[in-house]
């Protein structure tokens, strides 16, 4: 395993295993991206993906936001993509430019030939998504103790609605179909992909991650009767397989995160699903998630990222809002949105909401 400089600023992982911290740690999802100009530089006429399979673009695209915001936020997130898990599992993904990603030959039935293809797959996590490992281990020499470095993964559940719809949906009704009417061949395959994303988080880790983080980006589209069968276990498999395999390794664990956009109905399960930190997006009363929590979690989140195309008062609001619902911040909360960052936001007004999380964090601790 590689050696990197002494972590200078840790809150972060400090807030994230539960202690006490002298400010709440900031980050946002989706914090390097197309809303950043110098990204379009660097990307320049080249495609998504292999932006994110070339090492030195995907660091350079992970340090952008911590150059333009130095001293403003706690943490990098590595640039790539939840859709390198299907790749490495033998589909075919590609990224259409105003559209999103697109599978031309999505799973259509347990008979299709592709199913058992991608089954029978012996996926060879270390070798297929090797780019992404040297991508970590370049930023982390890169960011020379800066922040942390977070590796993520997407959730098996959200994984597969990709891998059968083909790409986003309104309705999700090639998913529904499988869930419903494929059951055994459905679990099968989140199964798969659970253990290949213990596999994938556990060699980010080795590459040099500080902390990771699983993006069930269409949880909410589950039933809570379904989530309990289709997504939670799953999730559950992730966070007890990784320290697992971590300590096979003979590497340490680390703080790991989960987030389930939408599943405002099972906060309470996901706080004992064996995460250190659960994600909230903006449909989540702060207050009332801490009641849900009992000091189990860290609680991350949740401004609305919507709040961003508002004048500098809608954001001080927010900020405000957000802040006193957490408490304050001194324990068991990391600022984030909601959701990851939209196009179209200016980078300044992202500038200013954390501006304003540390003024208004300040003056809270100050005042306690």
Known sequence: ???????????????ARGENVERPPIWVMRQAGRYLP???????????????????????LTLQPIERYKGLIDAAIIFSDILVIPQAMGMTVEMLEGKGPHFPDPLKSPEDGQYERVMGKDVDVEKELDYVYKAITMTK??????????????APWTLLCYMVEGGGSKIFKEVKTWIYKYQEESKALLQKIADVCVDYLALQVQAGADI???FDSWAGELSPESFQEFSLPYLRHVSKGLPLRLKELKLNPVPMVVFAKGAWYALDDLCNSGYNVVGLDWLFNPAEAVKIARGRVVLQGNADPGILYGDRKAITRAVSNMVAGFNG??????ANLGHGITPGVNPDDLKFFFEEIHRLTRSTLNHT
Request: proline residues 7%.
């Open 141 to 154: 020499e890169k960011l020379a103790g800066r922040v942390p470095l977070f590796g993520f993964c997407g």
């Open 1 to 15: 395993m590689p050696t990197f400089a002494p972590l200078k600023n840790d809150l972060l992982l400090r807030a």
């Open 329 to 334: 911040g001194k324990k068991l909360w990391i």
């Open 212 to 214: 990771v983080q699983v």
């Open 38 to 60: 110098e990204y379009h530089e660097e990307k320049g006429s080249r495609d998504f993906f292999e932006c994110c399979r070339t090492p030195e673009i995907s660091s350079n």
